[in-house]
């Protein structure tokens, strides 16, 4: 804080140089997008469209992937029982499984720091493929005439088709409970035609037949987000909690500072369940003798498989106003009545976000504003100029209330206090009374009045208004 120029020149000065923006913001985006400091985090939070001055918002996007086994690792055993012909076919079913949510975290105040998780709409996708393993192994045991045929074996084949069944659908971030259900079904699919005779023709001579396999499937599977999780960056979990569908807003502490930095994690989990229908057909003839086996579907239920779906964190820099006065009180000292003292006072913006300002006094009588609204941006500083102009002997006080976007200190006070005092009298011929034997009482005839400029003065001694509001520019603060 201080006294730069008197009266209303130093007022008038002030005021030309206080528009509402401060500075440009490119000047400070040059120091918050610096390379070092982007790399740190994922989500660089803006201001919101709806309350710019009082939230920031941060986009978030995730998504995982992977190919899960559920846990239908199935072996069918020979059948039928007793028959001359058997099967045994053993099959495995594997999920690709992908998950895609996107949204944002906000961040608000006065009520520091308030925070909430809203999902984009149509901003996840739930899709997945399932694939399937099957193998088989043969039995042949017959007679004929008397004579014994017997074999067993495996039954390789080419598969005719990849067989996969794919569901997709998209829904609205974040997929609280009772979340996004996919079902698919296929018709019966020919997976496998093997020729008995060109298999195991070596070992039983004449043989014929034919090993076929249809297979067809019925799947379900159902994704939940159980929370939305937001911990400081030692990892601990914010004083509000997690975000749930119970409970959609969230809180940290916040102390002061330019940024806040946040770490967002979706949690969920993913159920599948279904039918996998094998529909085998294996026949042979020998000698005239022809035998086949009389099944026409092999059900196998999955067994209910539940996974947790973790994704990893995505961290949001969420940049903040931070207010600083370089004074919490002005004495303006002895002012004559009639005439005006102008102190400054600096308003710094130490943070990272647009600090907005509105400056009140409860005597705006005795101490006047030079403006009542300011805009500063990050890393800036302002130079606010208060002039005393007392209408009265005595002594005055008053509050100077500085109330802002500042999470931490939404309202500052400058206590000002000044002396009015009467102005002496001039001499009988309207000058100053001539030095005494105990110094100089008052000024020389023609000059001004200590504590005010007139416009004539100013003007002589070379000075414009443009050059005093240069003295009081805004500018960058020091670092």
Not at 232 to 243: N, R
Not at 399 to 412: A, I, K, M, Y
Request: glycine share 10%; net charge negative; with cysteine.
């Amino acid at each position: 804080m201080r006294s730069l120029l008197p009266g209303d020149a130093a007022l008038t000065a002030s005021r030309a140089a206080r528009p509402r923006r401060a500075l440009p913001c490119a000047a400070a985006a040059l120091t918050l997008f610096a390379p070092a400091a982007a790399s740190a985090y994922d989500s660089l939070a803006a201001p919101c469209v709806d309350d710019p001055f009082y939230c920031e918002r941060g986009a978030v996007a995730f998504e995982r992937r992977e190919a899960i086994p559920l846990q239908l690792d199935f072996e069918t055993g020979w059948v039928p029982p007793g028959s001359p012909l058997q099967l045994n076919l053993r099959a495995a079913v594997y999920a690709n499984t992908k998950v895609s949510l996107s949204g944002a975290l906000e961040a608000s105040w006065p009520e520091a720091l308030a925070l909430t998780a809203p999902g984009d709409q149509d901003g996840g996708t739930f899709s997945c493929d399932y694939g399937l393993g099957v193998s088989a192994q043969g039995r042949i045991s017959v007679s004929i005439l008397g004579q014994d045929f017997d074999w067993t074996g495996e039954i390789p084949y080419v598969p005719q088709l990849d067989f996969h069944v794919h569901a997709s659908a998209p829904f609205d971030a974040w997929g609280w409970e009772p979340g996004i259900a996919l079902a698919s079904s296929t018709e019966p699919q020919r997976l496998a035609s093997v020729a008995i005779g060109d298999l195991i023709g070596g070992s039983i001579p004449g043989i014929e037949g034919r090993f076929e396999l249809d297979v067809a499937m019925d799947v379900a599977a159902r994704y939940v987000t159980h929370r939305v999780a937001i911990e400081t960056l030692d990892q601990a979990t914010v004083s509000g909690g997690d975000i749930t569908s119970e409970r959609s807003a969230s809180f940290t502490e916040y102390l002061g500072g330019p940024s806040v930095e946040l770490n967002v994690r979706p949690e969920g989990s993913v159920r599948y369940k279904g039918t996998l229908h094998l529909i085998p057909t294996f026949s042979v003839s020998l000698l005239g003798r022809e035998w086949s086996i009389p099944i026409a579907d092999l059900p196998l239920a999955f067994p209910l498989t539940e996974r947790e779906w973790l994704f990893e964190s995505e961290r949001v820099h969420i940049p903040l106003p931070d207010l600083a006065l370089d004074t919490q009180e002005i004495n303006f000292g002895a002012v004559e009545v009639g005439q005006a003292n102008v102190e400054i006072v600096q308003l710094s913006n130490t943070g990272e976000a647009l600090l907005d300002v509105a400056v009140t006094t409860d005597d705006p009588e005795g101490f006047e504003l030079a403006s009542a609204a300011l805009e500063v941006d990050p890393e800036t500083a302002v130079d606010f100029a208060i002039r005393f102009a007392p209408k009265a002997s005595g002594a005055f006080a008053a509050t100077v209330l500085v109330e802002s976007n500042d999470p931490s200190d939404p309202v500052q006070e400058i206590t000002v206090r000044g002396i009015g005092v009467a102005a002496p009298d001039d001499g009988p011929d309207g000058g100053e009374p001539m030095a005494q034997d105990g110094g100089c009482a008052c000024r020389a005839a023609g000059s001004a009045p200590r504590g005010g400029a007139g416009g004539g003065a100013w003007a002589a001694a070379g000075l414009s208004l443009a050059a005093i509001a240069g003295g009081l520019r805004r500018r960058r603060r020091a670092t």
